[in-house]
């Protein structure tokens, strides 16, 4: 049965500590891996896709890396704006989508 | 600008009058999807649609209709609203399901009393 399953569930950094945030999963056949930054009351915003282990994305701050069992969401110096929740999903040969309880981060002054 | 467009952002009604929420998209997806998000459950599909006229159930679809007569378009219909489907719902769209990145409404905020 394909599994996503993200850790920590919440944490909390002072602005400038670095930390990642881990999507563990299992699939039969990767279709994709995908990240999502989730504000209160808000949609979903699409941050990257991973298609294949040792892929690498970076935006900004945030960069996501695969391997073959874990996604990392790794943010370097954060800043109050990225609290947020961050979900992790992943699709396989199914054809469903498969999303995590997600990571909420709060940043700190 | 290419968005997802749901509607009402919030509705407030009463067990069992009908209620439509629309969705529209302008990004020409094939694939269209309907979430509901409550606390600790996380998202969860309610119904989804590969194309025009091709609809199927996700994980949660009692209580729910759908329909897919325009490619833009995605209503979710609850016929006979309850309690239980007080929730904040979110209608997305990609050009594939499994390997491509949905893009999400803002979301439509429900409570039936």
């Known amino acids: 049965e394909d599994q996503v399953t993200q850790s920590p569930e919440a944490l909390r950094l002072q602005e400038g500590e670095s930390s990642s945030l881990n999507c563990s999963y299992t699939?039969?056949?990767?279709?994709?891996l995908f990240w999502y930054r989730q504000d209160p009351g808000k949609g979903p915003e699409f941050l990257f896709t991973?298609?294949?282990a040792g892929e690498e994305k970076e935006k900004e701050r945030l960069k996501a890396t695969l391997t073959k069992k874990e996604s990392f969401l790794h943010i370097t110096a954060p800043k109050p704006e990225d609290s947020a929740t961050y979900l992790c999903?992943?699709?396989?040969?199914?054809?469903?989508?498969?999303f995590g309880q997600g990571t909420t981060l709060q940043v700190k002054p | 600008e290419a968005q997802v467009t749901q509607n009402p952002r919030y509705l407030i009604t009463v067990t069992g009058k009908k209620l439509t929420v629309t969705c529209s998209q302008n990004?020409?997806?094939?694939?269209m999807s309907w979430y509901r998000q409550d606390p600790g459950l996380g998202l969860r599909q309610i119904y989804y649609?590969?194309?025009?006229?091709?609809?199927d159930k996700g994980d949660v679809p009692e209580g729910y209709k759908v329909s897919r007569k325009e490619k833009r378009n995605f209503p979710l219909i609850l016929e006979s609203p309850s309690p239980n489907q007080t929730s904040l719902y979110f209608c997305?769209?990609?050009?594939?399901?499994?390997?491509?990145?949905?893009?999400f409404g803002n979301g439509t905020r429900l409570t039936v009393t």
């Open positions: 997305a769209s990609s050009f594939g399901q499994a390997n491509s990145p949905l893009h």
């Open positions: 699939v039969s056949g990767l279709r994709g």
């Open positions: 991973l298609y294949s």
């Open positions: 999903a992943v699709g396989g040969n199914t054809g469903k989508l498969i």
């Open positions: 990004m020409n997806h094939e694939y």
């Open positions: 649609s590969m194309n025009v006229e091709v609809t």
